[in-house]
């Protein structure tokens, strides 16, 4: 058995992928790199072929008709053969000297008694042009250098989110859980990382600049104008997080509330997409979002509702939707999100 596995889902990704794959041959053969190519139409095919040549023990090509996101990180989990499960996207990369220590760590923390769920690092944003890279931590949040469970976890920022790029989760508890990424849909990676939080039980935070996430591209999924021509998507995945898990029933009060706050995240983004649009039937869509949640669960609704972001996403008229995105663009400010 692999100690870790590492799907990257490729569609149309010849620019970047080569580097991405480099960055992760590092871990040499305690490492399984699973390249998907989710039916490119460009060399990506080839050089994830080339990869799995040279590197037989290393890395799998798996090529597949066009998924999207979701399927390919399906897929990836239905052949992993590691203890643990990562997805690294096929325009971002890993950090060498940080690579080193996770997987010093994994090694270390798989042969204990405790069975460890997932293993939490930072990640960097490369955003384009940015003069200063901004690191997401969990320091003081979360405690460093020992297997931790929900109920040593400290308050979390608003912003300071356990993200995809983030999280390593042990991979037979991503199968035990029922994880199954929906088709052809974007902003999956939300629902890769909460779905599976109710089953886990023990964490280790280590505190290493692991994963470099480029942001930047006009044609990225979490650009703000691609976000609204596919605000589709981010309001099923919204609703499938919803739907997925009862938070009324989990019975950790900490993993509970932490949940609640990222739903609530989730949320104020879809509205405030849906506002930015300015279009009437994208703002009949928000109407019908916040009705859908007062229909589908009414303590639910007014939990999120009567949050500070809920109530500044519902101002009323022209001038509480104007006030509404100066709340949004202070929050990209102070979280850093794009």
Not at 9 to 37: F, K, M
Not at 177 to 190: A, Q, S, W
Request: charged letters at 25%; aromatic letters at 12%.
């Amino acid at each position: 058995m692999k100690l870790l596995s590492v799907a990257i889902p490729s569609y149309n990704s010849e620019d970047y992928l080569e580097h991405c794959i480099e960055s992760l041959l590092a871990g040499g053969e305690d490492v399984e790199i699973i390249v998907v190519d989710d039916g490119s139409k460009d060399r990506t095919a080839q050089i994830a072929d080339a990869y799995a040549e040279k590197y037989p023990a290393i890395v799998k090509a798996i090529h597949q008709e066009n998924g999207g996101h979701g399927e390919a990180v399906n897929t990836g989990i239905r052949n992993a053969t590691g203890l643990y499960f990562k997805v690294v996207d096929s325009d971002d990369w890993v950090d060498g000297e940080a690579y080193q220590k996770i997987l010093s760590t994994l090694r270390e923390l798989s042969g204990g008694k405790t069975v460890l769920d997932m293993l939490i690092s930072n990640f960097v944003y490369e955003k384009e042009g940015a003069k200063r890279k901004k690191v997401m931590k969990y320091t003081g949040t979360l405690p460093e250098g020992r297997v931790f469970g929900w109920n040593d976890a400290k308050h979390f920022r608003k912003g300071q989110y356990i993200l995809m790029h983030s999280v390593i989760y042990r991979t037979q508890l991503l199968r035990e859980c029922g994880l199954e990424l929906p088709k052809h849909t974007f902003y999956v990676d939300n629902l890769f990382v909460y779905v599976p939080l109710p089953y886990v039980k023990n964490m280790y935070y280590l505190n290493v600049d692991f994963y470099r996430y480029y942001i930047g591209r006009d044609d990225q999924s979490v650009n703000e104008k691609v976000m609204i021509q596919r605000i589709d998507q981010q309001i099923k995945v919204n609703k499938i997080m919803v739907e997925t898990v009862d938070l009324w029933k989990l019975p950790n009060r900490r993993l509970r509330k932490y949940m609640f706050n990222y739903l609530e995240i989730i949320t104020v983004v879809s509205t405030i997409m849906l506002i930015r649009s300015g279009t009437k039937e994208n703002l009949e869509k928000k109407r019908e979002l916040w009705k859908y949640l007062k229909n589908y669960d009414i303590r639910l609704f007014w939990h999120l509702r009567n949050g500070i972001m809920g109530q500044a996403m519902n101002l009323p008229g022209k001038g509480g939707r104007k006030i509404s995105v100066a709340a949004y663009k202070i929050s990209q400010k102070v979280v850093g999100f794009n």
